[in-house]
């Protein structure tokens, strides 16, 4: 069973005095180890100088900044904070007061969850967390409905690192070199063309990958355009730099290379996207797009000798499983043979072992039951999202949870739901890795969409800015992991 804590996604809390007391027992006992919740209606509107900021918004409708690890004011929020035990019966209950909760660990039990639960007349929003998945702080976000869609504007705000021009940053592949253009790219930046010319980049980071790419067909209109997953170029050359104001980087020619052969579109798999990432420095950087229509082949090119460089294929699509298609987004890690041998379908999803899927139903014991999982298959993390009408209410309930087929559905303050569901979300995470956990959440956290029918995005979200779900994207990008998700309707 898997039961690793999830990486904090928001700053964690720093907790002194761990590990006991001094060598003679004396002094006094170490502070249990608290969990913290804060909220705040989280919206972002942009400024005059088209710069963006996280605001939230109190009831009386006055804005307040609104930081990953702090709300500065926030005062008369509402809601319910619900502890609930491994069967998912409620223990304790804390009415939300103030824009922050603080609870000892020790209060929510092993396998249990922690749910935020906001009723607003007839609708009931809540999400759950089992305790391993819980970081030590965690800042939830309203729904606002007073802001335009045109006044969003959901970006990295107050976390956004200092950000600095690097002018004339030059890849110069002049020196026996069979690169027709370059690029450029950064760890925010997927790629930046350029015809052998200098490129201005922004933001502080340490290092770059600059790459040659080789030419298309002759007289392509898109032969500048190094970014096209329909056509992807060949790499020939490349280097990691240091940024610096006016550096010139020679770029290194690439001697080991193996053809990418994309798998045909099948019954029981059908890619949209692949590509080759590679981890320097333990940053990922795209190496390279693959092709994914069926049978196209591009020699991709690598550097076995440096210790430095990590591959991984990626790819996304969908897989079928006992007849079922399921959406799939996977990251592996190669081998120095795989990339010897060349890669196709076998590379990729060969031994991927994915679990039917069921008509998703809530019983009346309150289990509500997804698909189908094999003997040995468990692992990971899953997110069920699911709504459903009881009377006059409707309940939108988000679960993130070790990944079992007979989810307990925390209990929700007089709203059991039973009966079949047609209205769901699902994501199952194959993981061991705590970042790619954290991905998960951050790919259905938007607090700029208040659509309530789309359960792809958690409406009481962690509040992450645009710039936190990217890195954590990217991050994904060189962890072993897949992932499949499908939704009804």
Same mark, same amino acid.
């Given at each position: 069973?898997?039961?690793?804590?999830?990486?904090?996604? =928001?700053?964690?809390?720093?907790?002194?005095?761990?590990?006991?007391?001094?060598?003679?027992?004396?002094?006094?006992?170490?502070?249990?180890?608290?969990?913290?919740?804060?909220?705040?209606?989280?919206?972002?509107?942009?400024?005059?100088?088209?710069?963006?900021?996280?605001?939230?918004?109190?009831?009386?409708?006055?804005?307040?900044?609104?930081?990953?690890? +702090?709300?500065?004011?926030?005062?008369?929020?509402?809601?319910?904070?619900?502890?609930?035990?491994?069967?998912?019966?409620?223990?304790? &209950?804390?009415?939300?007061?103030?824009?922050?909760?603080?609870?000892?660990?020790?209060?929510?039990?092993?396998?249990?969850?922690? @749910?935020?639960? %906001?009723?607003?007349?007839?609708?009931?929003?809540?999400?759950?967390?089992?305790?391993?998945?819980?970081?030590?702080?965690?800042?939830?976000?309203?729904?606002?409905?007073?802001?335009?869609?045109?006044? +969003?504007?959901? &970006?990295?705000?107050?976390?956004?690192? $200092?950000?600095?021009?690097?002018?004339?940053? +030059?890849?110069?592949?002049?020196?026996?070199?069979?690169?027709?253009?370059?690029?450029?790219?950064?760890?925010?930046?997927?790629?930046?063309?350029?015809?052998?010319?200098?490129?201005?980049?922004?933001?502080?980071?340490?290092?770059?990958?600059?790459?040659?790419?080789?030419?298309?067909?002759?007289?392509?209109?898109?032969?500048?355009?190094?970014?096209?997953?329909?056509?992807?170029?060949?790499? &020939?050359?490349?280097?990691?730099?240091?940024?610096?104001?006016?550096?010139?980087?020679?770029?290194?020619?690439?001697?080991?290379?193996?053809?990418?052969?994309?798998?045909?579109?099948?019954?029981?798999?059908?890619?949209?996207?692949?590509? =080759?990432?590679?981890?320097?420095?333990? @940053?990922?950087?795209?190496?390279?797009?693959?092709?994914?229509?069926?049978?196209?082949?591009?020699?991709?090119?690598?550097?076995?000798? $440096?210790?430095? =460089?990590?591959?991984? %294929?990626?790819?996304?699509?969908?897989?079928?499983?006992?007849?079922?298609?399921?959406?799939?987004?996977?990251?592996?890690?190669?081998?120095?043979?795989?990339?010897?041998?060349? %890669?196709?379908?076998?590379? =990729?999803?060969?031994?991927?072992?994915?679990?039917?899927?069921?008509?998703?139903?809530?019983?009346?014991?309150?289990?509500?039951?997804?698909?189908?999982?094999?003997?040995?298959?468990?692992?990971?993390?899953?997110?069920?999202?699911?709504?459903?009408?009881?009377?006059?209410?409707?309940?939108?309930?988000?679960?993130?949870?070790?990944?079992?087929?007979?989810?307990?559905?925390?209990?929700?303050?007089?709203?059991?739901?039973?009966?079949?569901?047609?209205?769901?979300?699902?994501?199952?995470?194959?993981?061991?890795?705590?970042?790619?956990?954290?991905?998960?959440?951050?790919?259905?956290?938007?607090?700029?969409?208040?659509?309530?029918?789309?359960?792809?995005?958690?409406?009481?979200?962690?509040?992450?800015?645009?710039?936190?779900?990217?890195? %954590?994207? +990217?991050?994904?990008?060189?962890?072993?992991?897949?992932?499949?998700?499908?939704? $009804?309707?």
């Amino acid at each position: 069973m898997f039961n690793k804590q999830l990486l904090a996604i =928001l700053i964690p809390l720093t907790l002194t005095g761990c590990g006991g007391g001094s060598d003679d027992g004396g002094g006094p006992p170490p502070p249990a180890p608290k969990y913290t919740f804060e909220f705040a209606a989280i919206y972002a509107k942009s400024s005059p100088d088209s710069n963006c900021a996280v605001y939230g918004e109190k009831q009386d409708g006055k804005q307040i900044l609104a930081t990953k690890d +702090r709300v500065i004011s926030g005062i008369n929020t509402t809601g319910t904070i619900l502890i609930h035990d491994d069967r998912g019966n409620v223990v304790n &209950t804390y009415d939300v007061e103030a824009n922050k909760l603080t609870i000892n660990q020790s209060l929510v039990p092993a396998r249990g969850y922690v @749910t935020f639960v %906001l009723a607003k007349g007839a609708e009931i929003t809540a999400v759950s967390y089992q305790k391993s998945a819980l970081s030590q702080t965690l800042l939830f976000g309203y729904p606002v409905d007073s802001v335009s869609n045109d006044d +969003r504007c959901i &970006t990295s705000g107050a976390t956004e690192p $200092n950000e600095r021009e690097y002018t004339n940053v +030059r890849v110069d592949v002049s020196n026996g070199s069979n690169a027709y253009s370059v690029g450029i790219t950064t760890q925010d930046k997927k790629t930046l063309s350029s015809n052998f010319g200098a490129k201005t980049i922004s933001r502080s980071f340490s290092s770059a990958l600059g790459v040659g790419y080789a030419e298309k067909a002759a007289g392509d209109p898109s032969n500048s355009d190094i970014t096209d997953i329909a056509e992807p170029r060949e790499i &020939t050359d490349y280097k990691f730099f240091n940024l610096a104001n006016d550096a010139t980087v020679e770029l290194d020619k690439l001697i080991e290379f193996n053809n990418w052969i994309a798998p045909v579109s099948t019954s029981e798999y059908d890619l949209t996207a692949a590509a =080759l990432y590679v981890g320097y420095q333990q @940053t990922p950087y795209i190496w390279q797009n693959l092709p994914h229509s069926a049978s196209d082949t591009i020699t991709y090119r690598y550097d076995p000798d $440096n210790s430095n =460089l990590d591959y991984f %294929l990626t790819a996304e699509g969908s897989v079928d499983a006992s007849g079922d298609q399921w959406q799939l987004s996977t990251a592996q890690q190669l081998s120095g043979t795989q990339l010897g041998n060349g %890669l196709d379908s076998t590379s =990729l999803v060969g031994n991927i072992t994915v679990p039917s899927q069921t008509t998703v139903n809530i019983d009346g014991s309150g289990n509500l039951t997804a698909y189908g999982q094999v003997p040995g298959g468990q692992a990971g993390i899953q997110r069920i999202a699911y709504q459903a009408v009881n009377g006059s209410t409707t309940v939108t309930h988000v679960i993130y949870a070790e990944a079992t087929n007979q989810q307990v559905v925390p209990e929700l303050p007089g709203n059991m739901i039973a009966g079949t569901l047609n209205h769901y979300d699902i994501s199952v995470m194959y993981t061991e890795s705590d970042q790619a956990l954290a991905a998960l959440m951050a790919e259905h956290t938007n607090p700029s969409i208040t659509d309530s029918s789309d359960l792809s995005v958690d409406q009481l979200p962690v509040l992450l800015t645009t710039y936190e779900r990217e890195q %954590l994207a +990217r991050q994904k990008k060189i962890i072993d992991h897949y992932q499949i998700s499908a939704s $009804n309707p």
